[in-house]
């Protein structure tokens, strides 16, 4: 009789294995939980303690480390050896190993559980069974989760209980997978600390989610992985994502995400070229359009509100890559359906994004924490002149959306919208001119017009030109060996600064 491990922590499908594995003449041997839950639902179990002749102690810590299980787990069925070795320790095959491990990421999120409390969830056992099982693995099949049992019974039954080497060495992958995945974590939390520092190493373990429909160009093969069993999102509908979408996606979640207020924005390459706050998201939508009716043409649209059939209406009138939101009714997916290719993604609202990022370059690995929110209590208004509450605002909504513009980062706006970028420039006073040009391109005129900057002016020329053009309120991070040159300027053009003491490249 062929004999089975299990010991599980994720009971799903686990009682279907078992009456499969008893059907076929299998022992299951068990303890604990699953052994119960087994017996519960009348499959007859040999406990571990009877096979090992030892009760497990330590509350549990050590139970299933013995010569016993790890010998008939680690023997070789071809090394006569090995076998001679069991019969010494008066031990058996076994045969297959199913184990899944405490859910330590699961805990690790549970804030109100101390550090000491966290790791009694570091498996020991679990990973330590899997890890001989997959390492021998021609004689021992591991299953390490419950996805895979499907699989494995109906290759079983069809084969008539062979499992050729492919399935079973792939069975093993998916077991060093899972333990690198498990121990990625469990280091990833002991490094954590509270320093400003980051950690001394960069410990990355992700798994393929889905291929993409190619790279940054067609000739370049991509796929997306994570480490995350939910997504920040789900999509609904349309063909299937590229390379740049993802860039796109997430910078149109996190900007509209800044705001309180409804508000739509519209990305291209990588930078808004359209955002707008409104009183309902048609209104919000057409004012993001209006910043450039020209280049919203085949953009990513991103709301913070949920899409209704009177919007969806609109979102199907122009040629668009995707519409990205909160939520969507029925009537209006259904609406947006009715243009095939257009992807409808659909975002987690209570996601919270890493505070770390990590990009490659040079056959390394750069990591840095995330730009956090603006606080405004760090700001300074440098000039005689001050914004009233209108030109305040305006001021507020320009600085949030220049984080998300590439450097050198140039934004134009009022208090209800965004009226002209200039983007990725390397000089910081073309990107101006290239923001006044598309204001007068699209018909705004500069009354209660403010200019954001991502980064300080080192000369007068950019204040100067858009002063030239009517623009009197500026907001800008400071720190150039000139800003009392800076603001001197601006006190004698009259018009207001405002210094954030923060910077906001990017690349």
């Known amino acids: 009789m062929k004999k089975a491990l299990i010991s599980v922590w994720n009971k799903d499908k686990i009682i279907d294995l078992s009456k499969f594995l008893v059907k076929n003449d299998f022992e299951i041997i068990s303890t604990g939980g ?4 087994l017996e519960d639902n009348q499959i ?19 139970k299933t480390l013995h010569p016993k299980i790890f010998g008939g787990i680690l023997a070789d069925k071809n090394n006569e050896s090995h076998l001679e070795d069991l019969k010494s320790i008066d031990s058996t095959i076994i045969d297959l190993v199913v184990v899944n491990l405490y859910p330590f990421e699961d805990m690790s999120k549970n804030s109100d559980l101390s550090f000491d409390k966290l790791i009694e969830y570091i498996d020991v056992g679990g990973p330590s069974m899997l890890r001989a099982a997959a390492k021998n693995f021609q004689s021992v099949i591991a299953l390490c989760n419950p996805a895979l049992y499907e ?55 992700l798994s393929k989610t889905f291929d993409l429909r190619y790279g940054e160009n067609p000739h370049q093969i991509s796929s997306f992985y ?27 979640i996190r900007i509209v995400n800044e705001f309180d207020e409804i508000c739509c924005c519209i990305i291209k390459h990588s930078n808004p070229c359209g955002f707008a706050i409104g009183n309902n998201l048609i209104e919000s939508f057409d004012r993001a359009v209006s910043c450039d009716p020209v280049s919203y043409f085949g953009g990513i649209v991103g709301f913070n509100k949920k899409i209704t059939a009177d919007l969806a209406k609109k979102l199907i009138e122009p040629f668009l890559e995707c519409i990205v939101c909160p939520d969507i009714d029925d009537d209006a997916l259904e609406i947006l359906k009715m243009k095939k290719n257009l992807r ?25 924490s995330s730009s956090t ?89 950019s204040i100067e030109v858009a002063n030239k053009n009517g623009i009197k ?4 991070p400071g720190g150039s060996i000139k800003d009392k040159e800076i603001i001197k300027i601006s006190d004698k053009l009259k018009v207001s600064m405002i210094f954030t003491n923060q910077r906001l490249f990017f690349h």
């Open 34 to 37: 699953t052994k119960k839950i």
């Open 44 to 62: 007859k179990v040999t406990s571990i303690s009877e096979v090992t002749n030892f009760n497990e102690i330590m509350n549990g810590r050590v």
């Open 151 to 205: 699989n494995f019974m109906i290759e079983y039954s069809k084969n008539s209980g062979i499992i050729d080497y492919e399935s079973r060495k792939e069975y093993a992958k998916q077991v060093f997978l899972e333990t690198s995945k498990y121990d990625s974590l469990i280091f990833n939390e002991f490094s954590k600390n509270n320093s400003e520092e980051l950690s001394n190493s960069l410990n990355i373990n």
């Open 226 to 252: 994570t480490d995350k069993d939910i997504s920040i999102f789900k999509q609904l509908s349309g063909k299937k994502l590229s390379y740049n979408n993802f860039f796109d996606i997430e910078t149109s």
């Open 344 to 368: 409808v993604i659909v975002y987690n609202n209570n996601y919270n994004f890493s505070n770390i990022s990590v990009r490659s370059v040079l056959g390394g690995m750069l990591s840095q």
């Open 373 to 461: 929110k603006f606080n405004e209590q760090d700001w300074q208004v440098v000039t005689e002149s001050k914004p009233d509450k209108i030109n305040f605002n305006a001021l507020r909504l320009g600085w949030k959306i220049v984080k998300y513009v590439k450097s050198n980062a140039i934004v134009i706006a009022n208090d209800k919208q965004i009226i002209g970028v200039g983007a990725g420039q390397m000089s910081r006073v073309d990107s101006v001119k290239i923001a006044i040009q598309k204001c007068k391109e699209n018909g705004f005129d500069f009354s209660n017009a403010i200019l954001a900057s991502d980064a300080f002016f080192p000369f007068s020329d």
């Open 473 to 476: 309120h500026f907001i800008q």
